[in-house]
């Protein structure tokens, strides 16, 4: 298998940190007095729900990282979180509270292991996955403004990233492949992530001459809140432990994937609700490009009108309109890593299959419709224009 962080995180056992232990923590390094502190079920980390004395609602949200996680990473995340407070506190991003000390970083010693641990804000609400279909269109177009304000923000923060460091990039599909199609026992499994990776291929060297930037990376239903009493707009943004570099367009077509609908709701127009984020998203982007970049930048692009993936010189990321016909390509990638990645998690972090949004067979049930569209079908119904870039990888993969 390919020596990837993200695996360790996964497959490498670590001792769990006890509720009294992350109560002490809690009261040594935020002043946090006679609390009670429940556990919430992860996939690679520590992680508990903190309630003051008497609140029946949690306050904070203590994490433990996986003690694979550099600091440099965990520290990069609470740097976002700070960043986004600062310069668009209007976006409704979980907070982080920093320590006593006003480290936004601590350091947890467990035995012999360090561990990082960062303190967030709970947010309240409903969470728009638990929402009964369809999405309505104000709370789609709010997903698409929100989503393009991330990644403007985001991008103002540089990062060397480590390939294989979050696995939920879809760059990364075609070695996860190799590595986890053994593990699937069903062969129409095998078959349809084995057809993703082979379009995938079709796009590959046009995704990776893209510009990459900091961005959310698992912008989906199960990451995003609302109030009960306005359901129309987003008053929570959650998770922010999957951000990696990678072109924004990936990080849009990850969004996408998960507003694909049931085919009871929209059996003629599935893609119906991803068609409204992705205008909203682009009426925002258009519009912050009509004001011009803050930085004068280029966007980092060299002679050819691409940058190094691991740059960032200030701009957006250099987005451009002719990005729009990969989105395909991206979401089908996206259906693939969905099928793959939680059968690695429940196998080896004794994750149960209920901890995702959906089941195994809703999860196929999603590429096999993003498959059987089909590319022209799916840009068709996500209103944009097929230029020769996907025309020419539809061709190949007839």
Same mark, same amino acid.
């Given at each position: ?23 002490e ?48 990473? !965990?520290? +990069? ?5 700070? &960043?986004? /407070?600062?310069?668009?506190? $209007?976006? *409704?991003?979980?907070? #982080? ?47 698409? !403004?929100? +989503? ?5 923000? &985001?991008? /103002?923060?540089?990062y060397? $990233?480590? *390939?294989?460091?979050? #696995? ?54 199960g ?14 943004? #959650? ?6 570099m ?20 929209y059996?003629?127009d ?45 701009n ?23 099928v ?17 949004l ?41």
């Amino acid at each position: 298998m390919h020596d990837f962080v993200g695996y360790e995180m996964l497959r490498v056992p670590h001792d769990a940190v006890s509720t009294a232990e992350a109560s002490e923590f809690a009261e040594n390094w935020y002043g946090l007095h006679d609390v009670a502190t429940r556990r919430i079920a992860t996939e690679r980390d520590d992680t508990f729900a903190i309630s003051l004395h008497g609140e029946a609602e949690p306050r904070c949200i203590l994490k433990f990282e996986h003690p694979a996680e550099s600091q440099d990473s !965990v520290l +990069l995340r609470a740097q976002a979180l700070t &960043l986004l /407070q600062e310069t668009q506190p $209007d976006i *409704p991003a979980t907070r #982080l509270i920093p320590a006593r000390g006003r480290e936004l970083v601590t350091r947890f010693n467990q035995n012999d292991t360090v561990r990082w641990a960062t303190l967030t804000t709970f947010l309240h609400g409903n969470m728009v996955s638990t929402l009964p279909g369809p999405l309505s269109e104000p709370l789609l177009d709010d997903i698409g !403004v929100r +989503l393009a304000q991330l990644q403007r923000v &985001l991008a /103002q923060l540089q990062y060397h $990233d480590v *390939p294989g460091r979050v #696995l939920w990039d879809v760059r990364l599909l075609p070695q996860l492949a190799e590595d986890l199609l053994p593990m699937l026992e069903d062969d129409e499994s095998r078959s349809r992530v084995t057809q993703a990776v082979d379009d995938y291929m079709a796009v590959e060297p046009e995704i990776e001459r893209l510009p990459a930037t900091l961005c959310h990376g698992d912008f989906h239903p199960g990451n995003m809140m609302v109030d009960p009493d306005a359901p129309q707009r987003l008053s929570g943004i #959650l998770d922010f432990g999957d951000m990696h570099m990678m072109p924004p367009i990936c990080d849009l077509g990850t969004c996408l994937f998960y507003l694909i609908e049931a085919a009871s709701y929209y059996p003629d127009d599935p893609l119906e609700s991803c068609r409204s984020a992705l205008e909203s998203y682009m009426q925002e982007v258009d519009s912050r490009a009509s004001h011009g970049s803050d930085s004068g930048s280029d966007g980092g692009y060299d002679d050819d009108g691409y940058s190094d993936g691991n740059r960032n010189d200030g701009n957006n990321s250099g987005f451009d309109v002719q990005q729009l016909d990969l989105l395909p390509a991206i979401m089908e990638a996206r259906g693939a890593l969905v099928v793959l990645l939680p059968l690695m998690a429940e196998r080896f972090s004794g994750v149960e299959a209920g901890h995702y949004l959906v089941d195994p067979q809703r999860r196929l049930d999603k590429l096999r419709l993003v498959q059987n569209l089909g590319w022209p079908a799916m840009t068709e119904q996500l209103g944009i224009t097929q230029n020769a870039i996907t025309q020419h990888a539809s061709k190949e993969l007839l």
